[in-house]
C-alpha cells in the first residue's frame, strides 16, 4: 500500500479526482454570478499592482491603479453579461482556450511531483536508447577512385597505401573533406554511408589503413582517435532524464485526465448521412 502511495500516475489520479469535485462545486453553486455585485478583493488589487510593477518595473501611482480597478470592474461585468447573452457558447477560439487553460492547471499539479533517484534510474535504463550518446572518431581519409578505366585496384591501393606510410600525400579526387575532427558516428555515416563508423571501430590507432569500403568507394584511413559512445552516468544527465520523465508523465496524466472526463459523460454522434445516432463509449 505504502508503495502505492508513492507512484506518480497515483498522485495524478488523485489530481483528476480534485479537478472533478471543484468543477462540480463551481456547477452547482457560484453565488457572485447570480446576483449584480462585483466584489474587488484586496488580493485582486495586489494582483493587479504586481502586473503593473512588472510591466513597467514601478509600481501604479494611485490614479493609474484605479484605472486598473476600473477595468477589471468593466472586465468581469462584461464577461457576465456575455455568458448571460450566451456568446461564450459555439465559439471556437473561446472552447479552445478554455480547454487550453484546463490543460494549463493540470499540467502545473502534475509538475510539483519531483521523481525519486531511483524513478530516474529506472526510466534511464528503460528508454538507454534515447539518451545514448554517439562515439566520436576524429581520423583522416584519402578517396581511391574504383570506377577509374584500366585500373589495377589492388596495385594503385598498395601504391598510394605505401606513399602515405612514407609521409606522402596521394589520392584520388574526392568530394568528402580528408580530416574529421571530433565527428560523431550519425555525422561519419551521413558522409560516407550507413556502417562506416562501424567499420572504423576495427582500425587501430595512428597507422594509414584500408581500402575501407564506403557508400562513395574506397578509403584509406588513419584513425588518431576514438571516444566510445553509450550510455552516461544519470548525475551525467540527470536535468535531461527528468525532464523527459516528467513529459512522460505529463502524457500519461493527460491521457488519464480526458479518459476520466470522457467517462463522465455520455456522447452522442449523430451523422450528417442521416442515420440513426450512434452512441460511443469511447469516440
Known amino acids: 500500500m505504502n508503495k502505492l502511495f508513492r507512484e506518480p500516475l497515483f498522485h495524478f489520479l488523485l489530481i483528476g479526482a480534485a479537478l472533478f469535485f471543484v468543477a462540480s462545486l463551481v456547477r452547482?453553486?457560484?453565488?457572485?454570478?447570480?446576483?449584480?455585485?462585483?466584489?474587488?478583493?484586496?488580493g485582486r488589487i495586489e494582483q493587479l499592482a504586481n502586473i503593473f510593477a512588472k510591466t513597467w518595473q514601478r509600481p501604479p501611482a494611485p490614479q493609474e491603479l484605479k484605472g486598473l480597478i476600473d477595468d477589471f470592474v468593466l472586465e468581469e461585468i462584461y464577461y457576465r453579461q456575455a455568458v448571460v447573452m450566451g456568446i461564450d457558447r459555439d465559439?471556437?477560439?473561446?472552447?479552445?482556450?478554455?480547454?487550453?487553460?484546463?490543460?494549463?492547471?493540470?499540467?502545473d499539479m502534475v509538475a510539483a511531483v519531483d521523481p525519486t533517484e531511483a524513478e530516474l534510474a529506472a526510466y534511464l535504463a528503460a528508454n538507454a536508447g534515447s539518451f545514448a550518446r554517439d562515439t566520436v572518431y576524429t581520423f583522416e581519409q584519402v578517396y581511391i577512385n574504383p570506377q577509374q578505366p584500366g585500373l589495377d585496384l589492388e596495385s594503385h591501393v598498395a601504391e598510394q597505401?605505401?606513399?602515405?606510410?612514407?609521409?606522402?600525400?596521394?589520392?584520388?579526387?574526392?568530394?568528402?573533406?580528408?580530416?574529421?575532427?571530433?565527428?560523431?558516428s550519425r555525422v561519419v555515416d551521413n558522409s560516407f554511408g550507413t556502417g562506416f563508423s562501424a567499420k572504423l571501430d576495427e582500425l587501430p590507432a595512428r597507422m594509414w589503413q584500408g581500402p575501407v569500403e564506403s557508400g562513395v568507394g574506397l578509403h584509406l584511413v588513419?584513425?588518431?582517435?576514438?571516444?566510445a559512445?553509450?550510455?552516461?552516468?544519470?548525475?551525467?544527465?540527470?536535468?535531461?532524464?527528468?525532464?523527459?520523465?516528467?513529459?512522460?508523465?505529463?502524457l500519461e496524466a493527460r491521457q488519464e485526465i480526458d479518459r476520466q472526463f470522457l467517462e463522465?459523460?455520455?456522447?452522442?454522434?449523430e451523422w450528417p448521412t442521416g442515420e440513426a445516432a450512434t452512441r460511443s463509449e469511447n469516440p
Do not use: C
Open 229 to 250: 559512445g553509450g550510455v552516461p552516468d544519470l548525475t551525467d544527465i540527470r536535468p535531461i532524464v527528468e525532464r523527459e520523465w516528467a513529459n512522460e508523465k505529463r
Open 91 to 107: 465559439d471556437t477560439v473561446i472552447r479552445r482556450r478554455l480547454r487550453q487553460k484546463l490543460e494549463f492547471l493540470t499540467d
Open 161 to 184: 597505401l605505401a606513399a602515405l606510410r612514407g609521409g606522402e600525400a596521394p589520392g584520388d579526387a574526392g568530394l568528402l573533406p580528408t580530416t574529421f575532427d571530433a565527428a560523431s
Open 264 to 269: 463522465s459523460y455520455d456522447v452522442l454522434i
Open 28 to 42: 452547482e453553486s457560484n453565488p457572485r454570478d447570480e446576483d449584480n455585485q462585483v466584489i474587488v478583493s484586496a
Open 222 to 227: 588513419r584513425m588518431h582517435s576514438r571516444v
